[in-house]
T-cell receptor
Framework: DVKVTQSSRYLVKRTGEKVFLECVQD?????MFWYRQDPGLGLRLIYF???????EKGDIPEGYSVSREKKERFSLILESASTNQTSMYLC??????????????FGPGTRLLVL | RKEVEQDPGPFNVPEGATVAFNCTYS??????FFWYRQDCRKEPKLLMS???SGNEDGRFTAQLNRASQYISLLIRDSKLSDSATYLC??????????FGTGTSLTVIP
């Protein structure tokens, strides 16, 4: 079974703090993704990575950065947290295996509250 | 126009009912299609893939209509445990995944 883990289930931070969200997958997947999910807006892609040290902006990258130093780990960084970044953050991974049609597997999510 | 659109519901149906959800997509170049299920405060999990020929998994049937650019999910004999949000997902080339906002289903005893 694919396993995607995220470092925290719940996190409370203050405005202006730097926040690190870690995601690890154990299936040697090439692709990893960070989403945020908000009521009525669904899942929105922040960043994705298709290889180590590679990253691509998603639909809403502003205020975020990412790091992928190892294949299994994809970190999301909020450089200076703001209240509008309060959300559920979901990490996902998928395999390429010669085809981009593989589906995504999600971690359990991190509920971030920025005060 | 959104890449993927779903009726958000909510759908409230009695146990044993048949319920169907549709999802439309805007880009005809879309290649792969999936339905995910998301329970309250949990992560989305793959429910089933959607193939052009249609596919069935127990009480669940998924269909794709490329001409009209929509996918559907049919749930027969609804169970209480089917209560969840159902997300449709459309994939285009280059790892471009597009999620619908989800359709909420509540099965009532």
């Amino acid at each position: 079974d694919v396993k995607v883990t995220q470092s925290s289930r719940y996190l409370v931070k203050r405005t202006g703090e730097k926040v690190f969200l870690e995601c690890v997958q154990d299936m040697d997947h090439e692709n990893m993704f960070w989403y945020r999910q908000d009521p009525g807006l669904g899942l929105r892609l922040i960043y994705f990575s298709y290889d180590v040290k590679m990253k691509e902006k998603g639909d809403i990258p502003e205020g975020y950065s990412v790091s992928r130093e190892k294949k299994e780990r994809f970190s999301l960084i909020l450089e200076s947290a703001s209240t509008n970044q309060t959300s559920m953050y979901l990490c996902a991974s998928s395999d390429t295996s010669g085809s981009w049609q593989e589906t995504q597997y999600f971690g359990p999510g991190t509920r971030l509250l920025v005060l | 126009r959104k890449e993927v659109e779903q009726d958000p519901g909510p759908f409230n149906v009695p146990e044993g009912a048949t319920v169907a959800f549709n999802c439309t997509y805007s880009n005809s170049a879309s290649q792969s299609f999936f339905w995910y299920r998301q329970d309250c405060r949990k992560e989305p999990k793959l429910l089933m893939s959607v193939y052009s020929s249609g596919n069935e998994d127990g009480r669940f049937t998924a269909q794709l209509n490329r001409a009209s650019q929509y996918i559907s999910l049919l749930i027969r004999d609804s169970k209480l445990s089917d209560s969840a949000t159902y997300l449709c997902v459309v994939i285009r080339t280059g790892n471009q995944f597009y999620f619908g906002t989800g359709t909420s289903l509540t099965v009532i005893p």
